[in-house]
Nanobody
Framework: QVQLVESGGGLVQPGGSLRLSCAASGSIFSINNMGWYRQAPGNQRELVADITSGGSTVYADSVKGRFTISRDNAKNMVYLQMNSLKPEDTAVYYC?????????????????WGQGTQVTVSS
């Protein structure tokens, strides 16, 4: 099996910064895309940022210029540096990974999610 464990959430004032981390462990051959999603109360889960194994990134328009996604392929980790936080960034943030696992006779990609970490931006 594969587990994703997030850390780094918390309460921060508007304009502040937080850094989220996510560690993937278990039966992993390789990891393709890794990403961060968020879900605020009453809203659907939305993509915040995504990064390929080669380092190409995609960001939601609402976070461009404020958030930076990065990863350490050797450690199977992904990070989200969040600067200039706004109250509307308040949500549960989830780590996602497209994990390639060695199955009998084939390599297959599976979609895994972390348990989520709360980020609250409030004065």
């Amino acid at each position: 099996q594969v587990q994703l464990v997030e850390s780094g959430g918390g309460l921060v004032q508007p304009g502040g910064s937080l850094r989220l981390s996510c560690a993937a462990s278990g039966s992993i051959f390789s990891i393709n895309n890794m990403g961060w999603y968020r879900q605020a109360p009453g809203n659907q889960r939305e993509l915040v940022a995504d990064i390929t194994s080669g380092g190409s990134t995609v960001y939601a328009d609402s976070v461009k210029g404020r958030f930076t996604i990065s990863r350490d392929n050797a450690k199977n980790m992904v990070y989200l540096q969040m600067n200039s936080l706004k109250p509307e960034d308040t949500a549960v943030y989830y780590c996602n990974a497209k994990v390639v696992r060695l199955r009998p006779g084939a390599l297959r990609e599976y979609d895994y999610w972390g348990q989520g970490t709360q980020v609250t931006v409030s004065s």
